[in-house]
């Protein structure tokens, strides 16, 4: 398997995890009445996981596999 084949698979599943985090079940469990260090939740949550797969990405395009 090519290295670029396999980058690109690992981008195309991260883009699939970016969807299932930011869909809408899974927002509404965030969208409650309560703050994190005077955050709202849900912004918290948005923040932690763009925050998560942007780092995720970096590793994939940075790698040497």
Do not use: H
Not at 31 to 49: C, D, E, K, R, S
Request: charged share 10%; net charge neutral.
């Amino acid at each position: 398997m090519d290295r670029f084949e396999l980058k690109g698979q690992r981008l195309a599943a991260l883009c699939v995890l970016g969807v299932v985090l930011f869909n809408y079940p899974l927002l509404a469990i965030f969208n409650v009445a309560a703050t994190v260090f005077g955050i709202p939740v849900l912004y918290a949550y948005i923040f932690a996981a763009w925050s998560l797969l942007t780092a995720c990405m970096a590793y994939v395009i940075e790698s040497r596999d």
